[in-house]
């Protein structure tokens, strides 16, 4: 749920993204303050722009690569050794103020350990239309997330550059992604998301929750302003 700028407080989103598109579909569903109702909104996905990150961003950018695998055929290039960012912690909670430059995030923020990655090419599926019609993803051997991304534009030009930073949490415990960063090269500006600002809590580890969370009924539950 979206909290600020007060223009879009109150904004929320559900969205089932399935492994399997062939055997069950897509479904999301949008909380709209204004109308106070729940409209299902299957837009929310693949390439469509996500709306807070002024067009910077898809939705299928999250996590640095999410959503439907469909759009896609896969080449596995290998295994290779790369400088990746890893045990971020400090990240978490540092102000924005005090990471985001004018280019790109400040250098001195960020950790880098020496990690194994799987380098995985992704070309655009026959019969399948996306913005990105390329990628390069490598993910991390020891947790499977994706730590990097390039993405090339139609005319195969080098478009995006995605980082993730992983973060460790003891209380888990599990080493999972923190604060990541999609920089669109072509146009010369970034977006800085799951960014706690100097929160103190940041992550919380609570309680699992029930399914009902995850429903249109919950959405409009939850969605108030």
């Known amino acids: 749920m979206t909290v600020g700028?007060?223009?879009s407080a109150g904004?929320?989103?559900?969205a089932l993204q399935p492994i399997n598109v062939?055997?069950?579909?897509?479904?999301a569903w949008q909380y709209?303050?204004?109308?106070?109702?729940?409209?299902?909104?299957p837009s929310l996905s693949y390439d469509t722009p996500e709306p807070s990150a002024s067009g910077l961003e898809s939705f299928d950018d999250y996590y640095i690569f999410s959503g439907g695998l469909d759009h896609y055929r896969y080449t596995l290039l290998g295994k290779r050794e790369m400088y990746v960012p890893y045990n971020n912690n400090r990240l978490l909670n540092l102000p924005a103020a005090d990471l985001l430059t004018p280019h790109v995030a400040n250098p001195g923020a960020l950790r880098y350990e020496l990690h194994r990655v799987w380098v995985v090419?992704?070309?655009?599926?026959?019969?399948?239309?996306?913005?990105?019609?390329?990628?390069?993803?490598?993910?991390?051997?020891d947790t499977w997330f994706a730590l990097y991304a390039d993405a090339w534009d139609r005319e195969g030009r080098l478009w995006k550059f995605s980082q993730a930073s992983m973060v460790c949490i003891r209380e888990l415990p599990a080493v999972v992604l923190g604060p990541q960063f999609v920089y669109d090269l072509q146009y010369?500006?970034?977006?800085?998301?799951?960014?706690?600002?100097?929160?103190?809590?940041?992550?919380?580890?609570?309680?699992?929750?029930p399914a009902t969370t995850f429903t249109p009924e919950g959405l409009a539950a939850a969605g108030t302003r």
Do not use: M, N
């Open 5 to 7: 700028p007060p223009e």
């Open 22 to 27: 062939a055997r069950t579909r897509f479904d």
């Open 11 to 14: 904004d929320a989103y559900v």
């Open 121 to 141: 090419d992704a070309t655009l599926a026959p019969g399948k239309q996306d913005i990105v019609p390329h990628r390069t993803l490598y993910l991390d051997e």
């Open 188 to 209: 010369g500006a970034y977006v800085y998301d799951f960014a706690f600002d100097g929160a103190p809590d940041g992550y919380r580890v609570t309680p699992p929750h």
């Open 32 to 41: 709209l303050p204004g109308q106070r109702r729940v409209r299902r909104s």
